[in-house]
């Protein structure tokens, strides 16, 4: 467990976050037989503000990643950083193109359970890019090849699309999520495109023969070969008291809260 300090002293609303994230190492041949891919996982660094929000991501129903205030106690956080897709194939098995793996992702309100825990309303940012050898992150690779499939979208889930792009996508849970539950999953499956393998570029050449006679070559390389897949989610909450006060400074999104609770984007 670590300590933190207050970050915010304002009373208004508090406010909980946290990033988790895994990629897929992506290899193929040169002949283009075949394309293998094998995957790692990182970890971000995560940030809990003030106090009692707690939130928890879940992954094929099974808490990954966590970070709940420890009741009375001098701001002590219980954490757990957690990595996506481990289990994503069986043991022995590669990774194969265009197919959907379960990727059923879930928040829930874990905070404190004793009177004064906090029930919260909740954005997820999801980003999904293209890395290089170095971790460098390649803009001209597309992120659509990484396809985490959305679900429950306009009915418990709804997609900021002025704020979302190819590489972000922003959600938002519609309801109120009370202390102890767990939100509808937001995906279901991430699939990587097996498009990639026909991203390739083509180089003319020359080349000269033992006999020293030239003749032309084409040589062709796989754009995505060596790159990796990254696809991170952060999680953020506030409190329902004064919502519209705290998404307004916290999110930087004005939004509407009506008289059942059911949150909406202005």
Known sequence: ??????????????TAAFVLGAGLLVFSSVGGTRAALTYYSENYTSRVQL????????ENGKAISYRDYVPNSDYVWDQHRGALLLDMVPTGEEVKLGVAYPEVLSITNSGNDENNSINTYNRVVVYKYWVDKDGKKCTDLDPNLIDLHYVNIGTDWIIDQESSTSERTVLYYTKLLKNGQTSPAFSDTVTISDMICTKVTQTAGEKKDENGKTYKTLTTTYDYDGYSFVLE??????????????????????????????????
Not at 51 to 58: K, L, R, S
Not at 233 to 250: L, M, R, T
Request: glycine share 6%.
């Open 1 to 14: 467990m670590n300590k933190f300090k207050k970050i915010i002293t304002s009373k208004a609303f508090s």
């Open 233 to 266: 989610a952060v999680v953020n909450a506030i409190q329902d008291h004064n919502a519209e006060a705290a998404a307004k400074s916290v999110w930087g999104r004005e939004i509407s809260i009506a008289e059942d609770g059911t949150l909406s984007l202005k």
């Open 51 to 58: 106090y009692d929000i707690g939130v928890t991501i879940a």
